[in-house]
């Protein structure tokens, strides 16, 4: 732990820096590649949409003696349809199937009552429709929308519009991200899921703020002088806020995970399960986000513009006028990993000759 915290420390003071801004190019070539799995599995294969969203029949058998398999052949006979047989308790079966008649529902009961060793008074069942899932569906759309345009809204009045843009830039890249693991993986969509999904989105923005927080911090009244351009500072408080961004998703995640595990070996499927496995996969994410995409994104916006050009130009102007001095001195020249280093920088300042007082000049 001692050892973290003095790394801590020492990215903080900018003593070591990792260039997570100046190497946009990686990063943006990982996020697109796994973009593109993404986006290839949401519409190749498709979402796996649970009976809520596509309407089906859904029968609980709690205490079932049969295996899932037993269960399956029983359901698939009668129906001749695909049907979705998971554990959710102790003991207990759950048997989703194609859209059924209350006719054949019953029959069905009777026949995995028979196949599992319990009374068919004992199985709960149901038949669910399509339209609760698409008013879900609608409901969650509709607070998506009001959600991006208050955050719109509150990033822009705190900080400016391009920290909100780049701010939803990584929103959408776990969004996009998240939707396609489940795609890809063949994951079940549920109700849970797609409130965990909605509460992702908090998870992500809160990372991203902490760090834009920080940008803020490091880049005010930075035109006034000629040492760091924009992008070294923005990089340097992503570097200042690593630890923590590492040490809260963490934090977050061991809970989730212990969920995971709990639903997945223990109690077996169900809505605790669903809920903590987008919430897991939307957390690793998400920070993943906001060190390598929102601030990269951020920094490009803000350099296009004509006052950060012109510090830039004035940076690397006066790195060259200092090597060039260095160099005919017989000092050593700086690196460029020194001079983009904030401490190095400093000591590069106070490496300049020092202006002779105005009273003692001759």
Known sequence: MSKLSNVG???????????????????????????????????????????????????SLPSATCSVEDARAVAETQTGAQTIVTITGAGTVRVQTQTLTPAESSVLAGQLAEACGIAKDD????????????????????GLIVFILLVSLFLTLYFEWRMAVSALVALAHDLLITIGIYALIGLEVTPASVIGLLTILGYSLYDTVVVFDKVKENTRGLTGQSVLTYNEAANLAVNQTL??????????????????????????????LDLAVVLGIGMAVGTFSSIFIATPVLAQL????????????????????????????????????????ARNLDAVERSQPRKVPRSKRK
């Open 243 to 272: 630890v923590r961004s590492i040490n809260t998703s963490i934090v977050a995640l061991l809970p989730v995970i212990s969920i995971i595990f709990v639903g997945a070996f223990l109690l077996g499927a169900g809505t605790l």
């Open 123 to 142: 199985i709960k069942y149901q038949v669910v429709g399509p339209t609760w899932g698409a008013e879900i569906s609608s409901k969650a759309l509709q």
């Open 9 to 59: 420390q020492r990215l903080y003071r900018g003593d070591v820096s990792i260039n997570f801004v100046g190497r946009w190019k990686t990063w943006y070539v990982i996020s697109g590649v796994i973009l593109l799995i993404s986006i290839g599995a949401l519409f190749g294969r498709g979402l796996n949409l649970g009976i809520e969203f596509k309407g089906g029949a859904d029968f």
């Open 302 to 341: 803000k350099s296009a513009t004509p006052e950060m050009k012109a510090l830039s130009a004035r940076v690397h102007a006066r790195r060259s006028q200092v090597q060039r001095k260095n160099s005919e001195s017989g000092k050593d020249a700086l690196s460029n990993d020194e001079l983009t280093n």
